[in-house]
């Protein structure tokens, strides 16, 4: 059970826009620590997304933003490719835990 | 750019200590902070510890009981040992780059790791 929750899975045809939600409580993303975005594609290590809650990293398309609000954050992803399909995890801190902590991972099928 | 990878045994008995070290390269590794991370396979991300280059140490609550992160910085090397493993601790382990911060404009933003090495697989079995 991760501290961080997110849809097993989420879907869209090439050219669509999916959202991705990440929802915590007020001991991480509610206490106003950064939630930061990590794409793993198939076989390879995790490499970060996004960071901030909306910063993306040089090299990352503007296809993909980031939002935050209250307990919760989101990945948004506009006009899919199909090099998009990965697994998609949010991270941020915990101060009850004292360290950081991921969620679940959601899975992106391009159809 | 640093670049991280990650060298150990592949296959440990359970009860046994699983051993891995991860090698910097391309920077100093008395800059940061470094991370050891898992995969179950199949299953999502456990952050397990990190170290800082002049030794103090920080571990995952559910792990600190089995687990031990030390720093060479001779070697530009950081390291793991987990002890007393079972299946349970099968999973892909990586290595990475924090807790960082990185700053866009006059914002900074903390507790992100980045990059991580290719991660090695290791088994507990008989």
């Known amino acids: 059970q991760s501290v961080l929750t997110q849809p097993p899975s989420v879907s869209g045809a090439p050219g669509q826009r999916v959202t991705i939600s990440c929802t915590g409580s007020?001991?991480?993303?509610?206490?106003?620590?950064?939630v930061h975005w990590y794409q793993q594609l198939p076989g390879t290590a995790p490499k970060l997304l996004m960071y901030?809650?909306?910063n993306r990293p040089s090299g990352v398309p503007d296809r993909f933003s980031g939002s935050k609000s209250g307990t919760s954050a989101s990945l948004a992803i506009t006009g899919l490719h199909a090099e998009d399909e990965a697994d998609y995890y949010c991270?941020?801190?915990?101060?009850?835990?004292?360290?950081?902590?991921f969620g679940g991972g959601t899975k992106l099928t391009v159809l | 750019q640093v670049q991280l990878q990650e060298s150990g045994p592949g296959l440990v008995k359970p009860s046994e200590t699983l051993s891995l070290t991860c090698t910097v390269s391309?920077?100093?590794?008395?800059?940061?902070?470094w991370s050891w991370i898992r995969q179950p396979p199949g299953k999502g991300l456990e952050w397990i510890g990190y170290?800082?280059?002049?030794?103090?140490?920080h571990y995952n609550p559910s792990l600190k009981s089995r687990v031990t992160i030390s720093v060479d910085t001779s070697k530009t090397q950081f390291s793991l040992k987990l002890t007393s493993v079972t299946a349970a601790d099968t999973a892909v382990y990586y290595c990475?780059?924090?807790?960082?911060?990185?700053?866009?404009?006059?914002?900074?933003?903390?507790?992100?790791?980045?990059?991580w090495g290719q991660g090695t697989l290791v088994t507990v079995s008989s």
């Open positions: 990475a780059t924090g807790p960082k911060r990185s700053c866009s404009g006059d914002r900074c933003y903390k507790n992100l790791f980045d990059p």
């Open positions: 391309g920077g100093s590794i008395s800059s940061n902070y």
């Open positions: 170290i800082y280059y002049s030794g103090s140490t």
């Open positions: 007020n001991s991480n993303i509610g206490a106003g620590y950064d």
């Open positions: 901030g809650n909306n």
């Open positions: 991270q941020s801190y915990d101060s009850s835990l004292s360290g950081s902590v």
